[in-house]
């Protein structure tokens, strides 16, 4: 009748695991977003007008 640790064990695993991987996906996305935000402000001038011929 009584748990011991390995019954609780894995599913206590999972949930970290499935948190690891949501640190990570949001991580990547925040990286993403900041990559592209840093590009679209070294593109444009103080008009917000791009300096392309």
Do not use: F, K
């Amino acid at each position: 009748m009584g748990c011991d640790a390995s019954d609780r064990s894995l599913p206590v695993t999972g949930s970290a695991l499935a948190g690891l991987l949501v640190a990570a996906v949001t991580a990547t996305g925040a990286e993403t977003t900041a990559l592209r935000a840093t590009r679209r402000r070294s593109g444009a001038d103080e008009d917000g007008e791009t300096n392309a011929a």
